[in-house]
């Protein structure tokens, strides 16, 4: 199927890994020239750029489409800006918005800081706020149309017992926030989606995996652990006209685990 996402510019939120970089790839794949955005933050002087300098060569390698690696902190709103700002310089004006880039400490409630608690939301929750708000700005400025998926997590329905209350919690905001920004926006020709992956075989999950992998697909009716493209594939439907009557939606892609 044609997805028709040639030439659209797309920016995806820490797409420089995991599922990120799934979604980065096939956004790519589609023929839409790709901003893979990677956590920096210089005041802390912390900087991913490596991983994003590897998706980008391998989006040029193997689709030859414009790519760039594109650092930012999306907590802080001056920095989503300037990113956007970059990102229409090299690339042109965005078309589609994956908001992925998350925070996910480990913690009990009881013993969780204040500072933890409000980075996580801050981070996931806000930052989710700052970029979508600066695509509708610009989709509105110029008169197009756009879309923006963001990404949650079953975890936003059914909660954690590992300690992620914070990323819970976000994600449900971020839920909430989908369905009030796709009725504020649905008129202008903005879709605004979310989907919420259950467990993904990533770096960041291999040594749970490792550890207990039986307890995981024990919850799951499809029994087994889903893949980065098998998400990443409904991300970028998502982001095509051909999911033009989709608004205000959070797809479950978790195994059934949901079955919402």
């Known amino acids: 199927m044609d997805l028709n996402l040639k030439d659209n510019v797309a920016l995806v939120t820490g797409g420089s890994s995991g599922l990120g970089k799934a979604i980065s790839l096939g956004l790519a794949e589609e023929g839409a020239k790709v901003a893979v ?9 912390v ?3 490596e991983d994003a300098d590897k998706v ?3 989006i040029k390698d193997n689709y030859g489409i414009e790519a760039l690696s594109v650092g930012c902190d999306i907590s802080i709103e001056s920095d989503v800006m300037s990113m956007f700002d970059e990102v229409e310089k090299k690339l042109g004006p965005v ?7 998350a925070l996910c400490p480990t913690c009990k409630v009881h013993e969780m800081s204040e500072r933890m608690w409000s980075e996580t939301v801050q981070t996931n929750l806000t930052g989710t706020f700052f970029t979508s708000k600066q695509l509708v700005k610009r989709l509105l400025e110029s008169e197009r149309q756009g879309k923006i998926v963001n990404i949650v997590s079953q975890a936003a329905f059914r909660g954690s017992t590992t300690g992620h209350a914070p990323y819970d919690a976000s994600k449900g905001g971020i839920v909430s926030f989908t369905i009030a920004l796709a009725r504020e926006v649905a008129q202008k020709g903005i879709n605004v989606n979310a989907v919420a992956p259950g467990m993904i075989r990533t770096e960041m999950v291999a040594k749970v995996l490792e550890a207990n992998e039986q307890k995981y697909l024990d919850r799951i009716p499809l029994h087994r652990i889903a893949t980065p493209k098998e998400v990443a594939d409904v991300v970028v439907f998502l982001c095509s006209e051909r999911a033009g009557y989709m608004t205000g939606a959070t797809v479950d892609v978790t195994g059934g685990m949901l079955m919402r």
């Open 37 to 45: 955005n990677y956590y920096r933050n210089d005041e802390k002087n």
């Open 95 to 101: 078309d589609i918005l994956v908001n992925n880039a």
């Open 56 to 58: 980008v060569q391998q």
């Open 47 to 49: 900087d991913f750029v």
